[in-house]
């Protein structure tokens, strides 16, 4: 039986595929972004080495400082604004029983299934001023002016908003099933002992579920980093910048103004900052955890 | 007393609960209202149409020049392909990290879980010179090698903690009636993994059926083309005509509401499995 | 305009003569001279990829009947209207004259277009392409050696504008050529002008009344595509002219050889852009709204004009737009401005939007036949023209037939009335890295969120 298990052949045919793909699409594709990051290959031309220059511009780079800046007001977003909304939502909804319960969360949980292509023109129309959804609403409501929801001051909360849109059904369900998951002995001893609501959801749900929170406190911010696709077609970055993110502004800057190799040096940057935070972040979770 | 408390409260419940859910929904009754109108209904102030006339003629507009069905079975076949590798390649790499006895065996699973880490959109400039050198660009390829490398940390994750949790016995036994490690991760591991496959499998296939700036970059010929692409063809094609852009943004999205509203149960479950987990 | 012969001269006249003008004119620095030498000399070899091989000699007499599919990447997504059903009805024509030959169109929008026009530059392009005879575009891939050299003496009787090549030659060497002559007009809606007695324009301080007057009506002045970018430059370009005469073109290659924006034109052209968007002449949002989005707010009636080039004068024969606002499409040019240089009748306009052939394409020869093909002076030209279509770079005079749009006369008049026209606009004349720069922080400068000092000192850094 050892044998069997240790025979050398036998393990490396079976981690074989794994790690080819982990070389060739992963590894692969950061050695030469490396490599590119140093030179100041436009695309087409021929590549000079020029050392550190694009990390040193890109050091001096106002848009990209906004653009993690923007990371960093998204996540704040995610963990003020969709957290405590979807963790509130779920402990409703665990109250609820029988058929509606299940209805709900399959509303709650349709947006996420939907394209992003097709989230951002959605919301591109929603935004809009003259004929949008969010306007007309307004107006029913009796507000008049026409509300400029992508300007230069508001584009980031309306990006944050549709963030929020879409990604709601997802933390909600993860919240509800982290509810579902304490032990209902704990509600009953808790309703035996007269507390309301209020301090039940205080006291028992936020504590238990605290594992889950750091979950997904953990996939916001990282999802926040990586924000690329719906700003893409929904700002694109605009306006004036307001709007850009790392993975954004890299492609621009490779594919939009011929910066090949100061887009991948962007690139090496990026994939040093989300390895460092999802290495920090689960380093403060552990050990918040073992204390 | 207690119980006109317990009434208020349970209204206060069912209000939050209705309000989000119109949040969530409305906008989609909105797209598919104005998808039935005609484009100058659109800057009418009210919040929904009545269309003068119900103009199917704008989804049939959506579904022929959108290459609807050309690009439906191409972004159901790369998700297949691409969830069926995942799988098949986290069980092995998995089952090889967890239970075969060797040095590296943590090593390598660290080395393969740090795809976790790698935002996928910093590969996008590399990897296009790389497809390109090896000639894979705008072939199915292009987008199955990526797809599958960015799930395949999140799976094999997910593949790992299954693998840990199954009894050892029932391969000892195996291995006493003669059975090799191949059949014995294949037909006698795999099968007990039913539940963890579906998982993987849901996680994969929501995290690439939405994904287009890869199929955008490296794809350029329809042949391969997802279904996004309907979406993105058509502001252009049919910029001064909102209703049919309306409309091929709901063709769009129906397929996987429908299919999400069908599986909705086995769904929520996978991915509450999986999300808690990973 | 009844289009007799003498005026139909004419109009060609002027036209050589304008656009002549707008060459010499047109970010004049950077281009040395451009004799029409050996274009076809093979020991002139600068051209750094291998596209001097099997050049241009054999290319008529290869119909062979062997299977060939052309792959045409295109800026023109709307294939049913304007500029893409010419292009469209060109294709397939081809198609049925040559059954071996299939062409396969590959149509993105304008700005993804030249997004993914790049990262084809890196490795192999399809075989005919949209280009731009600008700088901003054209000189580094230029650089690159992606595009096939063409030869010039081949086209001597396509009856191209004089001057309309210049943009797409290198070192004497042609690669491309121009589809359209392309004008920045103010498109308005001559009904809603004349129901509210609107007058246009004769000079900017009433252009800034008349959108008082209109916004106070509750209607949008000027629909303007801020989104992109380039637009708004265009607009830039436009003021600039306004400001500084026949001087902006001089001004604006110092700038870019210098990094340094800093001319008092630049300021004052400038902020009369950052005064205007202020004082509510653009929509709400116009900094964030598309192409589509800001062309359908004026052809639905919600905006009084549209800033945009002549090549949407095709609007006037669009059947998606109701018909009382499609007739009553009419356009102005920039009107003066108060102490500025520059007169009514000296226009932004350029040789813009073209086609080039892949150096690499496997298949050149039935490439460059299909681009020939196209610029044969009875498709591009003839049937641009009859589809409303502005003007395109070739002789167009034997096509009019007095039963154009109304719009497209006005066109004719501006181009015949025109003293100077500006050649490339601002954003184009510098590197890409400019373009990108100035495209992006003109959103930021016009709706106040940045100064006008900052704006020019911030795009003046990206030229170095």
């Given amino acids: 039986m050892k044998k069997l298990y240790s025979n050398k052949w036998v393990i490396f045919t079976l981690v074989l595929p794994g790690v080819l793909v982990f070389l060739f699409a992963i590894l692969a594709p950061i050695c030469l972004s490396v490599y590119y990051g140093f030179t100041d290959y436009t695309g087409m031309s021929e590549e000079n080495f020029i050392g550190l220059d694009n990390y040193v511009q890109l ?45 709900f969360r399959c509303i709650y949980f349709i947006p996420n299934v939907i394209s992003v292509a097709v989230i951002a023109y959605l919301w591109k129309f929603i935004y809009n001023p003259d004929f949008g959804l969010l306007n007309n609403v307004l107006k029913i409501f009796g507000f008049e002016g026409q509300v400029n929801w992508l300007s230069q001051q508001n584009a980031i909360w309306s990006v944050l908003i549709v963030l929020i849109w879409h990604g709601f059904g997802w933390g909600m369900l993860i919240y509800y099933t982290g509810i579902k998951n304490i032990d209902p002995v704990l509600y009953e001893a808790a309703s035996i002992d007269g507390a309301g609501w209020w301090t039940t959801f205080y006291r028992i749900t936020l504590p238990l579920m605290k594992p889950v929170i750091q979950i997904n406190v953990t996939m916001a911010i990282i999802s926040a980093l990586k924000q690329m696709e719906t700003v ?55 050990d918040k955890q073992e204390a | 007393m207690k119980t006109g408390r317990q009434k208020i409260g349970k209204a206060i419940l069912w209000v939050i609960l209705i309000a989000v859910a119109v949040i969530q929904l409305f906008p989609l009754i909105w797209l598919i209202d104005f998808s039935l109108g005609s484009s100058n209904e659109m800057f ?72 976790m880490m790698i935002p996928i959109h910093a590969t996008l400039l590399p990897n296009y010179k790389i ?62 993994l039913k539940p963890s496959i579906a998982t993987v499998a849901i996680m994969t296939f929501l995290n690439n059926w939405n994904e287009f700036i890869m199929a955008s970059t490296y794809l350029s010929s329809p042949t391969w083309k997802t ?21 091929v943004m709901a063709l769009t999205a129906a397929p996987a509401v429908i299919v999400y509203i069908i599986l909705n149960k086995h769904i929520t479950k996978g991915v509450a499995m999986g999300a808690v987990k990973g | 305009m009844g289009g007799t012969k003498n005026e139909e001269k004419l109009i060609a006249a002027l036209l050589v003569a304008a656009m002549s003008v707008s060459v010499l004119a047109g970010c004049g620095n950077n281009k040395k001279e451009s004799t029409k030498t050996d274009a076809d000399s093979k020991t002139n070899t600068s051209s750094e990829a291998g596209n001097d091989k099997e050049d241009t000699k054999d290319k008529e007499d290869d119909s062979t009947g062997d299977e060939v599919t052309l792959k045409l990447f295109s800026n ?62 054209l000189d580094e891939v230029l650089d690159a050696g992606v595009l096939a050299e063409l030869n010039e003496s081949d086209y001597a009787d396509y009856k191209f504008i004089s001057g309309s090549l210049e943009g797409f030659k290198k070192d004497g060497k042609l690669y491309g050529l121009p589809r359209n002559t392309d004008i920045m007009l103010i498109y308005y809606n001559q009904k809603m002008f004349e129901d509210n007695s609107w007058e246009v324009p004769a000079t900017y301080e009433d252009l800034m009344t008349l959108c008082g007057t209109i916004k106070d009506a ?155 093909y196209m610029y044969q002076p009875d498709k591009l030209s003839k049937y641009g023209w009859e589809n409303g279509v502005g003007m395109s770079a070739q002789d167009q005079s034997e096509y009019m037939t007095g039963n154009e749009t109304e719009l497209q006369k006005q066109i004719i008049e501006i181009l015949n009335n025109a003293t100077s026209v500006s050649g490339t606009p601002i954003n184009d004349c510098g590197p890409s890295a400019f373009k990108t720069a100035i495209e992006s922080e003109i959103q930021g400068v016009s709706n106040g969120s940045t100064s006008v000092d900052d704006f020019l000192t911030t795009i003046g850094a990206a030229c170095k």
């Fill in chain 1, 59 to 103: 050091f001096h780079d106002s848009a990209f400082g906004r653009s993690l800046l923007n990371s960093l007001l998204l996540a704040i977003g995610f963990i003020c604004i969709q957290h405590p909304l979807a963790i509130i939502v779920a402990a409703v909804l665990d109250k609820l029983q029988g058929k509606a319960e299940g209805i």
């Fill in chain 1, 232 to 286: 893409y077609l929904l700002t694109n970055g605009g306006p004036a910048n307001s709007t850009q993110f790392a993975a954004n502004y890299l492609y621009q800057q490779a594919f939009k103004a011929f910066k090949y190799g100061y887009g991948n040096a962007i690139g090496v940057i990026f994939i040093i900052i989300c390895v460092a935070v999802t290495v920090l972040l689960n380093t403060v979770f552990r």
């Fill in chain 2, 44 to 115: 009418t102030s009210g919040l929904l149409i009545i269309p003068e006339k119900i103009r199917w003629d704008n989804y049939v507009k959506a579904f022929v020049d959108g290459n609807f069905l050309l690009y439906l079975k191409n972004s159901v076949l790369i998700n297949t392909l691409a969830v069926v590798l995942v799988v098949i390649i986290s069980i092995m790499a998995g089952y090889a990290c967890r239970r075969m006895r060797w040095k590296l065996n943590n090593f390598v699973k660290t080395v393969l879980l740090l795809g």
């Fill in chain 3, 76 to 137: 023109l997504p709307d294939r049913k209207n304007g500029q893409g059903l010419v292009e469209q009805m060109i294709i397939d024509e081809y198609m049925d004259a040559n059954p071996n030959v299939k062409i396969e169109v590959e149509a993105l929008d304008e700005e993804a277009y030249k997004t993914k026009f790049k990262a084809y530059a890196m490795d192999g392009m399809p075989d005919v392409v949209s280009i731009w005879g600008q700088p901003s575009f």
């Fill in chain 2, 227 to 247: 279904l996004p692409f309907s979406v993105l063809e058509f502001t252009g094609e049919y910029s001064s005509n909102y209703a049919v852009q309306f409309a």
């Fill in chain 3, 218 to 372: 509750g209607i949008t002045p000027i629909a303007m595509d801020g989104g992109d970018g380039w637009p708004m430059a265009c607009f830039l370009t436009d003021l600039l002219v306004k400001v500084a005469g026949t001087e902006h073109s001089n001004i604006i290659s110092n700038a870019i050889s210098t990094g340094d924006f800093s001319a008092p034109e630049l300021k004052s052209a400038t902020q009369l852009l950052v005064d205007s968007a202020a004082a509510g002449m653009f929509q709400t949002g116009y900094d964030s709204q598309d192409y589509g989005t800001t062309q359908n707010l004026f052809t639905n009636g919600q905006a009084a004009m549209y800033v945009m080039g002549s090549w949407d004068a095709s609007m006037a024969l669009n059947e998606d737009i109701a018909e009382d606002i499609r007739t009553n499409i009419r356009a102005f040019t920039m009107p003066v401005v108060k102490d500025g240089k520059g007169g009514a009748n000296d226009i932004a306009a350029w040789n813009g939007g073209g086609y080039a052939v892949s150096a690499n394409s496997a298949v050149k020869d039935e490439a460059i036949k299909f681009l020939n």
């Fill in chain 2, 131 to 192: 497809y390109h050198s090896i000639g894979v660009i705008d072939t199915i390829w292009a987008l199955l090698i990526p797809y599958v490398a960015f799930s395949l940390p999140q799976g094999l994750f997910l593949m790992t903690g299954f693998i840990e949790s199954i009894p050892m016995e029932l391969e000892e036994a195996a291995v006493m009636d003669g059975c090799g490690i191949y059949r014995i991760v294949f037909q006698i591991v795999t099968p007990l």
